[in-house]
Each structure stands twice: as structure tokens, then as C-alpha cells.
């Protein structure tokens, strides 16, 4: 078991990484003193997967586990799962010290954190990512939001939780296709801040590939920690946090293109990885050879960084609703690996250039 801090002034909270840790939640668990129910809300798809675990716990930590299910994926971050939960809040007399825990994927942690911040002005939310992408990115650093048709995560909070449990004998349970997806977060983190992470999923991602816990622990911990040091710092996204979204620009907005029933969002993310080396390389930002090796990496786990885009029109559209847009587009690049660099205003026909090599139509 390994515990990484969140250092964030008056607001810290530990990360706890390990394989077996969901039984132990409860007594893992900060001092909540006044609690007296815990509101678990969890995707629908995990709640066989340790759900019963995850009640019993909380059980002997002296809280009453109520259980409120919630759609899988991108289809629970909407306004009408949220008006669900909060009313199911008020009917069950939920109190504000009672505590909201997020049991279930990225989306169910984005969704659970935004009813947790936003009810009776804010009630305690622990997280317990079950997929790879919650357990390293976006379970950690307080980022809560549903989506709106015109866009991603555009209706959200920053909001702590007070802790977060990754017991990452969970990620043995996922589909093939959700697991690789969380592979892309994890190589946004090689790519964009550790070269070190970089060269050991180049080596040799077999181990990785296989889901070996002794491997996961670590693995997702130190992306955990790069997480972390990144909150810290800019925990309201203004300037260094802003090198998380490395690949991110393009992805969302594929995603919200597709209506969240396409590509996956580590699927999409890998695209917007090779676009963002690829626009790198073509502005000057970045030699020769980024794109190469980021295509060669994100092959080498399993995720595809071909296929159809949508017209090249409906994605600078949809750049303009992202959320880093300032007066322009801003792309996160990387002069090279482990290098990142915000980049303001990058002009659209060098944009609409990219997307056509990569085979959007104009």
C-alpha cells in the first residue's frame, strides 16, 4: 500500500494506492465525525464488482451505506442524472455531514463530486475509482462537471475530496477496451512530465499489459504523485496544471463530436496526442521524430491513433467551446518528451492542415 499527498493548503488529503485496500475503505477513511450515511454513488456496471465489499466496510467505520446507482460512461454527466441525484439526496434527508462516495469510473467521479459539491453547499466526497483512468488522472485534483451537448465538462466545480481509495485488484475486472483506454492517461503523464515513465512502458509494457498488481501499485502511484505536484501547484488549472490536458483539446472535442458514443476518452485522448505532436512538429516547437515515437508508444498499448475524423469545420468549431480557449486556441505541445509549453493562438489553417493530413475532410 503506498499513500501519496495531496499537498493542497487547508485542504490536503492522502491518495491511498494498493492492491486489496477496498475492503479496508472504512477504516482508510479520514475522521468524519458527524457522518452518519454514506451515499455511494456507483456505476451501475461495478456494483458486482465490490460493491458488497466496499458496504461492509463503511458498515464497521459506523456509516449506513445507501446505494444509488447511476448509468455507465459519459451518459451519467448530465443535467438530468444530476437533478435525479440530488432529489434523491433531499427525499432520503441527506445531511451535510453525511458523505458522497464516488464508486465507479472517471464519469461517476465527475458526476459524484459535482452533486457532492453542489448539495446543501457542499457535503464530504471520498473517491474510489474502479477504472485505470480514475485511478491516475481524474479521481485526484477536485475537477467535478457534467456535460452539456455543446460541450464537455462545462458545467462543473473545483471541489477536494477528502480522500481517494485506488485498490487497483479492481482493474482486473475491466473490459479490455476500458482498461487500454485508461493506458492513454497513463502515457500522457510519460510523455508530458516523466521521461523516466516514458522509457519503462517503451522497454517493455508487457507487465503492464497484463494488469500485474505488483506492477499497477507503483505504476499508478507515481502517476498519482506527478498528479498531485501538479495540483499543488495550479489547483485551479491557470498554468502549470494546464499540462494535464496534454492530447486533451482534440479529445474532448472529438468526444462531444461523436456524442460520447464513439471513441472512448482514452481513445480519443491517443488521437489528440499524435495531433499535438504533429502540430508541434509543424510549428517548429518540437524536432523531427515526437510524433513517431508517440504513435509507436500508443500502438505498443493497444490503442489505435488512426480512423475517421470528423470535417475539419465541426472540429475548429468545437475548439472554440473548449474550455483552455482564450481569446484563441491554446494547445498544450511538447518541445520534447517531458517538456511541456502552452501554446496561445495557434492559427487555424495550420490547425485545419494537421487535421487534413490526418484525414479530416475539409
Do not use: W
Request: a negative charge.
Amino acid at each position: 500500500m503506498v499513500r501519496v499527498t495531496v499537498p493542497i493548503p487547508g485542504r490536503s488529503y492522502d491518495v491511498v494506492v494498493g492492491a486489496g485496500v477496498l475492503a479496508r475503505t472504512g477504516a482508510l477513511l479520514p475522521e468524519l465525525p458527524k457522518a452518519a450515511r454514506a451515499f455511494v454513488v456507483a456505476d451501475r456496471a461495478v456494483v458486482d464488482h465490490g460493491f458488497g465489499a466496499l458496504a461492509g466496510s463503511l458498515k464497521e467505520a459506523g456509516l449506513d451505506p445507501v446505494l444509488l446507482s447511476v448509468p455507465s460512461g459519459e451518459e451519467a454527466k448530465s443535467l438530468q442524472v444530476y437533478g435525479t441525484l440530488v432529489h434523491q439526496l433531499a427525499t432520503q434527508e441527506a445531511h451535510r455531514d453525511d458523505v458522497v462516495v464516488a464508486f465507479g469510473g472517471g464519469a461517476t467521479g465527475d458526476l459524484a463530486g459535482f452533486v457532492a459539491s453542489t448539495y446543501m453547499r457542499g457535503l464530504p466526497l471520498v473517491q474510489v475509482p474502479t477504472t485505470l483512468t480514475g485511478q491516475v488522472d481524474s479521481a485526484i485534483g477536485g475537477k467535478t462537471a457534467v456535460n452539456l451537448p455543446e460541450g464537455k465538462n462545462l458545467v462543473g466545480t473545483y471541489f477536494q475530496p477528502r480522500a481517494v481509495i485506488a485498490d487497483v485488484e479492481l482493474l482486473a475486472t475491466l473490459p479490455e477496451r476500458d482498461y487500454r483506454s485508461g493506458l492513454a492517461e497513463v502515457a500522457k503523464y510519460g510523455l508530458a512530465l516523466d521521461p523516466e515513465l516514458l522509457g519503462q512502458l517503451e522497454t517493455d509494457p508487457a507487465p503492464v499489459l497484463r494488469r500485474e498488481p505488483a506492477v499497477l501499485e507503483p505504476l499508478v502511484a507515481r502517476c498519482v504523485g506527478l498528479k498531485a505536484a501538479a495540483v499543488a501547484e495550479d489547483e485551479r488549472d491557470t498554468g502549470a496544471r494546464l499540462v494535464l490536458n496534454y492530447g486533451h483539446t482534440l479529445g474532448h472535442a472529438l468526444e462531444r463530436l461523436e456524442a460520447f458514443e464513439g471513441r472512448s476518452h482514452g481513445e480519443a485522448i491517443a488521437v489528440g496526442m499524435v495531433f499535438a505532436a504533429r502540430l508541434a512538429e509543424s510549428l517548429g516547437v518540437a524536432g523531427p521524430g515526437i510524433a513517431t515515437r508517440t504513435t509507436r508508444l500508443l500502438a505498443s498499448l493497444g490503442l489505435e491513433t488512426d480512423g475517421a475524423l470528423p470535417p475539419v469545420p465541426d472540429v475548429l468549431a468545437a475548439f472554440r467551446l473548449d474550455k483552455k480557449f482564450h481569446g484563441g486556441v491554446r494547445f498544450v505541445l511538447l518541445e520534447d518528451v517531458g517538456r511541456p509549453l502552452i501554446v496561445d493562438d495557434v492559427p487555424a489553417d495550420r490547425l485545419a492542415q494537421i487535421l487534413g493530413e490526418m484525414g479530416a475532410t475539409r
